[in-house]
């Protein structure tokens, strides 16, 4: 059997759905072909220009204004704006025959059987034989959109089911049709997973699939509750959201963003085609959400939901809340509860569940009634909607941002303690669950060999959890493969001679504690390993230096011992750079300051696409001080080439750092310098990304990696750069474009990446720049607006600028 490849798709439909999937294959690499219907009248524009309803510019209106929007909503769903250009737009009455050459179509029309069938009539006319045709519908039985198609359109067909927006959310369900080949159902799952980066999870043929009707269960069954509980929308955002592992929007603001016309329609989905559901009056909607739709409250897209922004009497922006009682508007407040309090000092929400159901509040009944009747639904929607329990939880971590599925919180209280949890609220265990607990098994999940097995009703033993093979879970062999621990890392074997130094301090910020850390996992791999990845698995690769042991010391005016500090986080990053064994940095999420530094140092950057990363030092009155200044200018210098205007050359990378711009995607982090063409790579999928920075270092290791030579060449311009600079913040500042301060620290850094008021273009050591970085950083230190910002960051998490 050959080998399946996808070269090029077809989107058909480029609603906000079609516009986001068509945007995520154009990231990957993939031709993308999206078709929307012609319009039936001219707009008014058109009219003006004369034109008619035959002209390819009328015909191909809906699709480039739909693909357009989507280009510039924020956040982008593109990783590079001129990914773009991978999409090729169309119509289904000019364009329909060019589905013949594509080697997937994806239909992705309006939630209307008929419309679907008509779409599939038209497009079977002109598939290949042998094509994959797939529809992302969140809630029509295949059975139905099957009807009448051809045999072999039914063995290529499935639904494959993103979720919104399709960049950002990991989560995409595939739902093998009846007649589906096995083939294809494979094929599609590995897909999601290598290529388009997401956690393929198999569902089967029921109403809202595995996500939704979970997930909408969860939010219906809090609808009910708050009246119930007596709680404010407010109340509930506080504990659901980042308390328990979930997303910042928590639940009514999650609303308000999905919309509630969106939520009305799956619920009513699920209320009409599950009647034997034992939840079924749940999914019926409160009185509150039936005024709200009447009033066309759905949320962010009709300025008012749950939240409303608004301008206070005095000139405030602020937020007001709605009162579920009066249906009024209010101002929100802060919400508190002791129970909550007992958590601060545990880091990890899996750790919080158990101190959660054992308060004495208001907030503690809430989680005691919200996990009994998530526990009770769950267990009862096996083997309906899933074989297997991960699946289920799977699917709420990668579809609604959970950081824990239901099964693993019910793991965490302990299962006999949920059960104890359900009784309560009147709800049964599953008989499943009973033998479960009679064979002596006592959790869902357990870990052996650094693998995770899940409890298999059907066979009633633990069983490995497939697909582990691509992934290294830095969770599961934390403590086994330990080789050395200190409060701000810990250091793994991952096999195979390479080593792992993981992060262990608050957002993963580098302060004095990581550095040794680093070193040490230097120490020990040059001594008895081949190589070293610096990578973890926790929601922010970092957010850079600990601005707050910098603060302290400035504050109390220790310079000595700041100098020192700065010399140890640049010596740190040189001796990444200059070290006998390979080095590979795997930076996600947010990789700021002093962690961008770090990966600039590594011999490898493996960056997950979703990696926002950049020098922001700018923003507390600094400059890069951990080596970031001395290799921007560095990497100008290695960009100078015969005949450039070195001075543009080198005014790109002072900017750089001067706006302190922040990629946001690893593919445009290489236009800013950060991320280097030919050198660093990029994984789309964040889970395989250790494997592959672990596989990365291996290579280096094997092709005969040599201890690179301090470099003594580094082409500095001087005070023919260092003018230019001055007099271009000069007029900024006299424009009022940045501030004063901005001003002094802008010069500061002119002055290191010109390498000081050289007389001509000279050649310099690195250690000559570090230490005018030094310095430069270390007398910003003294300055009371730098202490400003850096205090404003710390206190508020946002830039101060004075």
């Given amino acids: 059997m050959s080998k399946r490849r996808i070269k090029k798709v077809a989107i058909i439909g480029s609603g906000i759905m079609g516009s986001g999937i068509a945007c995520h294959f154009a990231n990957i690499g993939v031709d993308v072909l999206l078709l929307d219907i012609v319009p039936r009248e001219l707009n008014e524009k058109e009219k003006a220009s004369g034109l008619s309803l035959e002209d390819k510019v009328v015909r191909n209106r809906i699709v480039n204004t739909a693909l357009q929007t989507s280009l510039k909503s924020k956040p982008s769903p593109i990783y590079h704006q001129k990914f773009a250009d991978r999409i090729t737009t169309g119509n289904l009455e000019d364009d329909i025959a060019k589905v013949a050459d594509v080697d997937w179509i994806m239909e992705v029309v309006v939630e209307r059987l008929d419309i679907k069938k008509q779409v599939f009539e038209k497009l079977e006319k002109h598939r290949t034989p042998g094509t994959i045709i797939s529809s992302n519908t969140s809630g029509i039985p295949i059975k139905f959109m099957n009807e009448g198609r051809s045999e072999d359109f039914r063995k290529h067909f499935a639904v494959t089911h993103f979720f919104n927006p399709p960049r950002y959310l990991k989560l995409f369900e595939v739902v093998p049709g009846p007649d589906c080949k096995q083939e294809v159902t494979d094929f599609l799952m590995e897909y999601g997973e290598k290529f388009l980066g997401k956690t393929s999870v198999l569902a089967k043929d029921t109403p809202a699939f595995i996500g939704n009707r979970i997930g909408i269960f969860g939010i219906q069954s809090l ?3 708050v009246k119930e509980l007596g709680l404010t929308v407010e109340e509930v955002d506080k504990l659901t959201g980042p308390v328990i592992g979930r997303p910042k929007s928590a639940t009514f603001r999650t609303v308000d963003v999905v919309g509630l016309d969106t939520l009305v329609h799956v619920a009513n989905g699920i209320y009409d085609n599950c009647p034997d559901d034992e939840a079924h009056e749940l999914f019926k909607l409160p009185d509150f959400i039936k005024t ?24 405030q922006k602020e937020i007001l809340a709605l009162d579920l009682d009066t249906m009024e508007y209010r101002p929100s407040k802060k919400a508190k509860f002791a129970t909550l309090e007992l958590t601060k000092t545990i880091d990890k929400p899996i750790d919080r569940f158990k101190v959660l159901i054992g308060g004495k509040d208001k907030a503690a009944e809430f989680y005691r009634k919200n996990f009994a ?8 929607r096996i083997p309906e909607i899933s074989d297997e329990l991960y699946r289920i939880d799977d699917a709420m971590k990668a579809g609604f941002g959970w950081e824990n599925g239901p099964f693993e919180i019910w793991d965490a209280v302990g299962i006999e303690k949920g059960i104890e949890l359900m009784k309560a609220e009147g709800h049964e265990p599953a008989t499943w669950v009973t033998e479960m607990l009679n064979k002596g098994e006592t959790s869902f999940y357990t870990v052996k060999n650094g693998a995770t097995y899940y409890y298999d009703i059907p066979a009633q033993a633990q069983t490995k959890k497939p697909g582990q093979e691509a992934f290294i879970i830095l969770d599961n062999i934390r403590t086994s493969n330990e080789v050395f621990k200190n409060s701000g890392v810990v250091i793994e074997d991952l096999g195979d001679g390479i080593l792992n130094c993981e992060f262990q301090s608050k957002m993963n910020t580098i302060g004095g504690d990581v550095l040794a850390g680093l070193n040490k996992a230097v120490d020990l791999a040059e001594k ?7 990578g973890n698995q926790a929601a922010n690769f970092s957010v850079g230096a600990n601005i707050g042991m910098i603060f302290m010391m400035a504050v109390e005016q220790e310079y000595d011992e700041l100098n020192m500090a700065i010399k140890y986080f640049q010596d740190t990053m040189m001796r990444m750079r200059y070290s006998a064994i390979p080095t590979v940095s795997a930076p996600h999420g947010m990789a700021l300051g002093g962690a961008c530094e770090l990966s600039m140092h590594a011999d490898k950057v493996v960056a997950a696409a979703e990696t926002y990363i950049g020098l922001v030092e700018f923003g507390v009155g600094v400059i890069p001080g951990g080596a970031g200044s001395k290799e921007m200018a560095l990497r100008a210098s290695d960009t100078f080439h015969k005949g450039d205007v070195e001075l543009n050359v080198l005014q790109e990378y002072f900017l750089t750092v001067g706006m302190a711009k922040v990629a946001t995607s690893a593919y445009e982090a290489f236009d800013m310098g950060v991320l280097q063409k030919g050198k660093d790579i990029v994984v789309v999928n964040k889970d395989r990304q250790i494997a592959t920075a672990k596989a990365h270092a291996r290579l280096m290791a094997d092709a005969g990696y040599t201890q690179p030579v301090p470099r003594k060449d580094v082409k500095v311009l001087g005070k023919q750069a260092l003018g230019m600079f001055l007099v271009g913040t000069d007029s900024m500042e006299a424009s009022h474009y940045i501030s004063e301060h901005d001003q002094k620290i802008a010069n500061k850094l002119a002055y290191v990446m010109a390498g000081g008021d050289l007389s001509e273009p000279t050649l310099v050591s690195e250690q000559y720049l570090l230490d005018l970085e030094r310095e430069a950083f270390l007398s910003l230190c003294t300055e009371r607006k730098t202490l400003e910002r850096i205090q404003h960051m710390l206190k508020t998490g946002k830039p101060l600028r004075n």
């Fill in 528 to 534: 008895d390993f081949d190589g070293l990845v610096i």
């Fill in 373 to 380: 009747a998530m526990f009770a639904y769950v267990q009862n």
């Fill in 223 to 225: 609808f009910h509750q």
């Fill in 292 to 315: 709200m739709m009447e009033n066309k409250w759905l949320g962010s897209k009709t300025g008012q939901g749950f939240y409303k922004k608004s301008v206070s009497k005095d000139g």
